[in-house]
């Protein structure tokens, strides 16, 4: 296996490809997915990686303005003409003086990885697999399946229409999603539990995600409320920042927590499995830095009986090609938030597209990501950096 590659050419596009419907959550909402798609090429190779953070700093501190700025000032310029020695090598080069900016380092390390990948002739999930089993992971957790079972992850409606959000939760369960999550925050949350409850029934995945909308001191009383509608766990109920809260507050309720936005790298990961705070982890790479990162903290939950669940901003296809693919193997034990193009987008606008057939994603075919949509990828998109 060949990781070291000169970098001769990078190119950076800004993608804008409009939101079927306006998707909110507690922090805010979307009307169109703006990211940042990089291009990485070596003796006319190109791999792909994506950028994606929001245009506004509710999720994360990065935005799309943010990431250009740090892309442009601080990383290409480190990596352009050099000769990267390995995917692990690239990494340490990104973390050298820059802290954070997680999203920044995922656009330039996912298309390394693509780029690796598409040498040496295999897929991604191929590649993944083999840096796992390099990396010390135990052979039950090197199995992988072609497919992720795809759950959904429903929005707030705009105006908080109970009516609308109850015709959303028919209308996705209809279609054969494994399992719904619903956003929830403070003043949108009992009520909306109980009407998913009703039409779900209590045997199908159900679970709340705040978006680290609710406060320990403040919301307490909401949380025990919420027991009593068995939800498999809440996702991040507490401060995007927070590990301690999130430990008092498991030992006040009977529902199980996830980690989302707190979980930032694999130290932290280790810490929560330390604290015996959490046995329920969702693993986003763009949030992580990396699938590097992605991985290691993967080997971390494997090895602590922590049940993982991958998640998306949502991506593009490109930025979601490396969830796909991750979530495919077996430590991986809820359906994923890896939805359907169309859940998001409008008929043929993603650029790869992504179908579900019986509940499922299936991992397209070919060497790395596989083959991007060039049509919609000119039409949604235009270069603002090539060096």
């Not at 390995?86 to 995922?106: D, H, M, P, T, V």
């Not at 992850?153 to 996705?172: D, H, R, V």
């Not at 499995?273 to 949030?287: E, H, P, T």
Request: aromatic fraction near 12%.
């Amino acid at each position: 296996m060949n990781e070291g590659f000169r970098i001769d050419q990078i190119r950076m596009k800004e993608v804008s490809i409009p939101f079927k419907i306006p998707f909110q959550i507690s922090g805010g909402i979307s009307y169109v997915r703006k990211s940042l798609i990089i291009e990485l090429e070596s003796e006319g190779v190109i791999g792909y990686g994506e950028s994606a953070p929001f245009e506004a700093p509710f999720y994360s501190s990065e935005t799309i303005s943010s990431v250009k700025a740090v892309l442009k000032e601080w990383i290409f310029d480190r990596i352009i003409g050099k000769e990267i020695e390995s995917i692990a090598g690239l990494n340490y080069l990104l973390a050298a003086g820059i802290r954070g900016n997680n999203f920044a380092k995922a656009g330039v390390e996912n298309a390394y990885w693509d780029l690796v990948a598409k040498k040496n002739k295999l897929s991604l999930k191929e590649l993944i697999e083999f840096k796992l089993k390099e990396m010390g992971v135990a052979e039950e957790y090197l199995k992988s399946t072609d497919y992720v079972e795809s759950g959904v992850s429903i929005g707030i409606p705009q105006n908080q229409s109970l009516e609308t959000f109850a015709n959303w939760i028919k209308k996705y369960y209809e279609e054969g999603y494994q399992r719904i999550k619903i956003k929830i925050k403070p003043g949108w949350d009992l009520k909306p539990v109980e009407i998913a409850r009703k039409i779900l029934g209590y045997n199908y995945p159900f679970w709340t995600d705040a978006n680290s909308s609710y406060h320990l001191d403040q919301h307490l009383e909401i949380f025990k409320a919420m027991d009593q509608y068995k939800c498999l766990f809440h996702e991040q109920p507490l401060s995007h920042d927070d590990i301690l809260d999130h430990l008092k507050l498991v030992r006040e309720i009977e529902t199980p927590i996830c980690f989302d936005e707190s979980l930032k790298s694999d130290k932290i990961a280790q810490d929560i499995v330390d604290l015996d705070i959490s046995k329920i982890w969702n693993i986003k790479v763009q949030r992580l830095g990396g699938l590097w990162f992605a991985l290691k903290t993967y080997k971390i939950a494997v090895e602590n009986g922590v049940k993982l669940w991958g998640g998306t901003m949502p991506e593009t296809g490109i930025g979601a090609m490396s969830i796909l693919n991750l979530a495919s193997f077996s430590g991986f034990k809820y359906p994923a938030d890896v939805e359907p193009s169309s859940r998001w987008y409008l008929a043929d606008s993603d650029l790869i597209e992504m179908e579900m057939k019986e509940g499922r994603i299936y991992i397209p075919e070919g060497l790395g990501i596989g083959d991007i949509n060039k049509n919609n990828y000119e039409r949604y998109s235009q270069y603002i950096w090539n060096s």
